[in-house]
């Protein structure tokens, strides 16, 4: 009866599953098992023996690349279908675990969305920035319209309670419980307002 060779227990210098001869360190070949050749990694890959819809393989429960349409599970190292717009991989069916750039996860449904902004994190909507990223140590906020990141003027009071900002540095949407006042001229800042029923401050 013939079985893979495995050199974590047929080869005491190899870590490598498939491998001939370890020649820098046990985690990374240099010489393969036929049909098995090395990948840039120092990995053994094969075509044959290979799971469904699998392209190149560790052995026949373990892909390495999947055909058009499906992605390595981390969770069962196996191809899953991935038909998702955007989507970079999947652990389970049609249900996207991490997207590819330009695009951000919607953990709750699997999907990606298209978030093309400028220095944009997430996004909630199509392109509609709900985070930003930090540049230069400066952590940027969404405009009011999600459609671009700004820096906030953090000298100002009450910046701290400020959820996005515009290209003057000024607040343009607060937190709950605070209301956005913009004095003639002026710079908008976010203060608390108790009063009931107040839409506004002037």
């Known amino acids: 009866m013939c079985s893979q060779y495995n050199p974590a227990t047929n080869n005491t210098g190899c870590n490598v599953y498939n491998c001939l001869y370890c020649a820098t360190n046990s ?3 240099s010489f393969c098992l036929s049909p098995w050749g090395i990948s840039s990694t120092g990995v053994c ?35 899953v279908q991935c038909s998702i717009t955007g989507c970079g991989q999947c652990n389970t069916a049609n249900v996207c675990a991490s997207c590819n750039a330009g695009f951000t996860l919607i953990a709750s449904s699997g999907i990606c969305l298209s978030c093309s902004v400028s220095n944009c994190q997430t996004c909630s ?78």
């Open 125 to 202: 909507a199509a392109n509609y920035c709900q985070t930003c990223n930090a540049v230069n140590g400066t952590q940027l906020y969404p405009s009011p319209n999600g459609g671009s990141c700004f820096a906030c003027n953090t000298s100002l009071p009450n910046m701290g309670n400020c959820l996005s900002c515009n290209a003057t540095n000024s607040c343009g949407l607060c937190q709950n419980g605070y209301q956005l006042y913009i004095p003639q001229n002026g710079t908008g800042v976010c203060i608390q307002c108790n009063i009931q029923n107040t839409i506004t401050i002037e």
């Open 27 to 29: 985690s990374q070949c």
């Open 45 to 79: 890959q094969t075509t044959v023996f290979c799971p469904s819809n699998c392209q190149l393989c560790v052995n026949s429960s373990v892909c390495l690349t999947c055909n058009s349409g499906y992605t390595v599970s981390k969770t069962t190292n196996l191809c």
